[in-house]
T-cell receptor, first 112, second 114 residues
Framework: GENVEQHPSTLSVQEGDSAVIKCTYS??????FPWYKQELGKRPQLIID?????GEKKDQRIAVTLNKTAKHFSLHITETQPEDSAVYFC???????????FGKGITLSVRP | GAGVSQTPSNKVTEKGKYVELRCDPI?????LYWYRQSLGQGPEFLIY????????DSGLPNDRFFAVRPEGSVSTLKIQRTERGDSAVYLC????????????FGPGTRLTVT
């Protein structure tokens, strides 16, 4: 089955700096890659996603890039703010009506 | 509109007891997923419903776990003879049918088995 790995496991950045979080996946049939943000004790929130037919997607301060050949995708957050501090999970699936396989998460800390 | 809701938010039970966890999906979402999240881990898939039927139950860990969705809306996850290792946050997500990929999560039920 699919295996999603996420690294690093923790990341600390200064407010205003950029943060990059990387994930790799194993199943070449996966074609949908969402990113979720989870604050302590809260539900995972979908913040951005990408499908395998595009290489990059942007939404204000966040962007996701996908390299299908290397089977990895990355989340980029620019101009980080303290409220960006949370656990970020990447996931992969085979598209609509398919289960998500998650990475273990990365704890992002933004220092004011 | 209202998001996915789950009840109860917290459940404490004794080892060996039976529990039921409820999920109300977003109105109009025909796809419903259950996941389990242990401390410090990402959510792990349990079961997926399309309408009333379980389309994929490959993530259920054993036959103590069962889920139903009799009318294609609300779903109940049932755990028999609970064990301490079942302690986790149980998350529900829903999605539109057809070509919709996005899954939206509920707040979860924190289950503690003592």
């Amino acid at each position: 089955g699919e295996n999603v790995e996420q690294h690093p496991s923790t990341l600390s950045v200064q407010e205003g700096d950029s943060a990059v979080i990387k994930c790799t996946y194993s199943d070449s049939a996966s074609n949908y890659f969402p990113w979720y943000k989870q604050e302590l004790g809260k539900r995972p929130q979908l913040i951005i996603d990408i499908r395998s037919n595009v290489g990059e997607k942007k939404d204000q301060r966040i962007a996701v890039t996908l390299n299908k050949t290397a089977k990895h995708f990355s989340l980029h957050i620019t101009e980080t703010q303290p409220e960006d501090s949370a656990v970020y999970f990447c996931a992969a699936s085979k598209g609509a009506n398919s289960k998500l396989t998650f990475g273990k998460g990365i704890t992002l800390s933004v220092r004011p | 509109g209202a998001g996915v809701s789950q009840t109860p938010s917290n459940k404490v039970t004794e080892k060996g007891k039976y529990v039921e966890l409820r999920c109300d999906p977003i109105s109009g979402h025909t796809a419903l997923y259950w996941y389990r999240q242990s401390l410090g881990q990402g959510p792990e898939f349990l079961i997926y419903f399309q309408g009333t039927g379980a389309a994929d139950d490959s993530g259920l860990p054993n036959d103590r776990f069962f889920a139903v969705r009799p009318e294609g809306s609300v779903s109940t996850l049932k755990i028999q003879r609970t064990e301490r290792g079942d302690s986790a946050v149980y998350l529900c997500a829903s999605s539109l049918a057809g070509a919709s990929y996005e899954q939206y999560f509920g707040p979860g039920t924190r289950l503690t088995v003592t």
